[in-house]
């Protein structure tokens, strides 16, 4: 009886060095696999941006200007990225998305891209180099480039929606495809996404 | 001999009391404040007094990153300050979950012992200077501007998130602002505890009406005319409905609001009827074109300094009895009397009237220099509890007090090519604002230190009669002055601030014709001082954005005209 009184003596002492300890605990880094999502808030992250440039690059290519554009012309389609316009609440790294949609697109093998305006004048300049420095055998010709055929533009949006601990963020992405020619819309496409993130007013 | 020993430790508690409050009296920079310093445009000073002042990781880490971020602006880094302000807003979305832990130890220490989690006006400050970066940014990288001004909308998007939220709690200013009812009826209530006048009316942050606007010009700058229309025209009825008095700015303000949603329904087209209703005359057709806002972040907002105030348990009158302990220079004492006078002293008739029928005919006449919580039937608790015999030395209780405003500025003009074109108009107060936050918190703020400082002498108390030294010898005098003296070196207020905030924001919008322009905007202070800032501007057939800090004290090579360009961007 007596060593069961100490005992309920000693747990909140327990209790409290436990809470300590814990609050003690130094900093700790492990390595994860990149394709593992880890949401610590609601905000936009790496796995929102492969998602979403997956899913709609499968949508963009089950549309029939693929396949038109390989009748017409025998080749597979070259497309630039003209813009993607982060209009939502949250600072989005536009050009990893970027660089997700142009490794989806080039995974499936059914289209090619054209490097942007400021890659396209640095290899120009390169190319320039090259004729005064380079051997005749291994110099690039000048006005052998590829022109796009289409041009991918959109945004990217989102609303919140917040009561207390808990908030509704919703993301929306919006892409076109363009034929440079005719300026026809081959294709238009749009991924949403919704989070959910709740939290309590109290800890310890 | 054993009274004259009890008299002489109390005589010897008072002084050590005095002597302690003295040194409490000390602001935490000893010397010159990071504001101070970079008005001085002392920026590596200012930087290393922020470092040594705050810790990184401590209990004061986000006012390390909200003074590095305004230090950094400052200094033209733009991008370091929004690093800074970004670490800052990750910090303060952790703080929604409150540490009960924290909570417990605040109750037996003090507010200073807790994490700063900083105030609601902090937030919209946070990303009106993130969204000027940006900008600043923008115009600095013209390659990429795009992306820079797209981060400025990102930054006015989270705002309005946070203000949508605001309004929702605080009702905003959708109607016109009257006598604050509730308010009143509730204060009426409280009267017999705390006497505050109607000078806590009408004074909650509800919404920012300047943040509105300023979302409005950089959208309009984008070329976003439809967000750019809403938020001119939240801005333009909210300044109507109550912004512009509550925080003493001129009327004209709402009517450069309304420019702005004019522009924006032209620009967007569609919006006939609505623009015949506005009937704009000759005169505002040129200033419905402007396309040049100049911001301007004119001084320092005031600071919050440490009230002291001593409590006793008066046994005649059966009464708590709290006495400000003035401190500090001539102009620091007025300013604690009139802040004690404002808010706490026993100055309205009620409180006269309970004083005379208390028969404490002395504190009728001091009663500006008093505040007495009568017990009445609660005295016997008291004394049961331990309360009375507790405060036989007097407890001190430190509250914060803010030292009065001072409007330094006469008037700001903006002058192009030798002539003065249009006036910088007030269009927020950071220091009212301050100010208004400081009333607000006042009564909370000194009914929890009350109630703190009662625990911690009850708990020192109890720990002395377990130790045996509850005797009224000399030994037993000497604990109690030992507890009473931690208490009160524990019992301080919570001063902490974001000093390097402006204190005023004035705006300019002007129409210039497309092409290179040289600026100059003249601030005329009361002391005589005059502080040109000039800029190289690009006017566009759409908006341009451009912001300044101006100090009062800005040394002499600052305000020539090839210095003062430091700060404008």
């Known amino acids: 009886m007596k060593y069961n009184r100490k005992l309920l003596k000693l747990v909140p002492f327990a209790v409290i060095s436990t809470l300590a300890l814990s609050a003690c605990q130094s900093t700790k880094v492990q390595r994860i696999d990149a394709n593992q999502e880890v949401a610590l808030s609601d905000k936009w992250n790496g796995k929102d941006s492969q998602l979403v440039s997956e899913a709609m690059v499968s949508d963009m290519l089950s549309f029939p200007w693929v396949n038109d554009h390989l009748k017409k012309e025998g080749t597979r389609p070259a497309i630039i990225i003209q813009s993607i316009r982060n209009k939502s609440h949250q600072h989005i790294a536009v050009d990893t998305f970027l660089n997700d949609l142009k490794r989806a697109i080039l995974r499936s093998g059914q289209a090619d891209f054209v490097a942007n305006k400021e890659i396209r004048e640095e290899i120009r300049d390169e190319r320039k180099d090259q004729e005064l420095n380079a051997s005749l055998e291994t110099q690039n010709e000048m006005g052998q480039e590829q022109g796009a055929d289409y041009a991918l533009s959109g945004t990217i949006n989102s609303f919140v929606d917040q009561q207390g601990g808990t908030r509704v963020t919703f993301y929306q992405v919006d892409l076109r495809l363009i034929d440079m020619t005719s300026n026809r819309e081959v294709w238009n496409g749009q991924k949403k996404i919704q989070k959910l993130q709740e939290r309590s007013g109290y800890g310890f | ?569």
């Open chain 2, 1 to 569: 001999m054993g009274a004259r020993i009890k008299k002489a430790v109390t005589l010897f508690i008072i002084l050590v009391q005095t002597s302690l409050l003295g040194a409490c009296s000390i602001t935490q920079f000893n010397q010159l404040s990071p504001a101070q310093l970079a008005q001085q445009g002392n920026f590596v000073q200012a930087k290393q007094n922020v470092t040594q002042s705050y810790n990184k990781n401590g209990n004061d880490r986000l006012l390390y990153h909200l003074e590095m971020a305004s230090l950094l602006q400052l200094e033209k880094n733009y991008l370091q300050s929004n690093e800074q302000l970004a670490l800052a807003l990750t910090l303060i979305e952790s703080f929604y979950t409150q540490s009960i832990s924290e909570l417990a130890l605040v109750q037996f220490s003090g507010p200073t012992y807790s994490t700063y989690k900083g105030k609601a006006f902090y937030l919209p400050q946070i990303h009106i200077m993130k969204a000027l970066n940006y900008n600043a940014l923008a115009k600095l990288h013209p390659d990429n501007s795009e992306h820079y001004y797209d981060a400025a909308l990102v930054e006015m998007r989270q705002l309005d998130v946070f203000l949508s939220q605001l309004k929702e709690q605080t009702g905003g200013y959708d109607k016109e602002q009257h006598d604050d009812f509730l308010a009143k009826k509730v204060y009426q209530i409280l009267k017999p505890i705390f006497a505050p006048t109607d000078l806590l009316e009408n004074i909650d942050y509800k919404d920012d009406a300047f943040a509105h606007f300023l979302s409005g010009v950089l959208f309009e700058q984008s070329g976003e005319w439809d967000s750019a229309r809403l938020q001119y025209e939240r801005a333009m009825f909210m300044y109507e409905n109550g912004f512009a008095k509550q925080y003493k700015l001129p009327e004209q303000i709402s009517e450069q609001a309304r420019f702005g949603l004019i522009r924006m329904m032209r620009k967007a087209g569609g919006y006939d009827n609505e623009l015949r209703a506005f009937e704009p005359t000759r005169d505002d057709e040129a200033k419905q074109s402007a396309n040049v806002t100049l911001v301007q972040n004119i001084g320092i907002a005031p600071k919050r300094k440490q009230l002291n105030l001593m409590l006793r348990a008066n046994t005649e009158s059966k009464a708590l009895v709290m006495t400000p302990i003035l401190l500090g220079n001539y102009k620091e004492r007025q300013a604690q009397m009139r802040w004690f006078q404002m808010l706490h002293a026993d100055t309205s008739l009620f409180d006269m009237m309970q004083n005379y029928m208390l028969g404490d005919l002395g504190d009728v006449a001091m009663g500006a220099l008093t505040k007495r919580l009568p017990l009445g039937p609660l005295w016997d608790d008291a004394v049961r509890l331990g309360i009375v015999d507790a405060l036989q030395f007097g407890a001190r209780i430190s509250v914060t007090y803010l030292e009065p405003l001072d409007n330094q500025v006469k008037y700001s003009e903006v002058w192009l090519n030798g002539q003065p074109i249009t006036t910088l108009l007030p269009y927020h107060s950071v220091s009212l604002l301050t100010l208004q936050d400081a009333l607000k918190q006042a009564n909370a703020e000194i009914h929890s230190a009350l109630s703190r400082e009662i625990i911690k002498a009850l708990s020192a108390r109890k720990a002395l009669h377990k130790a045996g030294l509850e005797q009224n010898n000399l030994l037993g005098n000497l604990a109690k002055l030992t507890t009473t003296v931690v208490n009160a070196i524990t019992a301080s207020a919570d001063t902490r601030q974001w000093q390097t905030l402006p204190a005023e924001i004035r705006v300019a919008q002007i129409s210039l014709p497309p092409g290179e322009h040289d600026v100059t905007i003249k601030t005329y202070f009361r002391s005589g001082h005059v502080v040109e800032q000039s800029e190289h501007i690009t006017a566009n057939n759409v908006m341009s954005l451009w912001h300044t800090r101006t100090f009062a004290n800005a040394p002499n090579e600052q305000t020539s005209l090839t210095n003062s360009t430091l700060n404008m961007e």
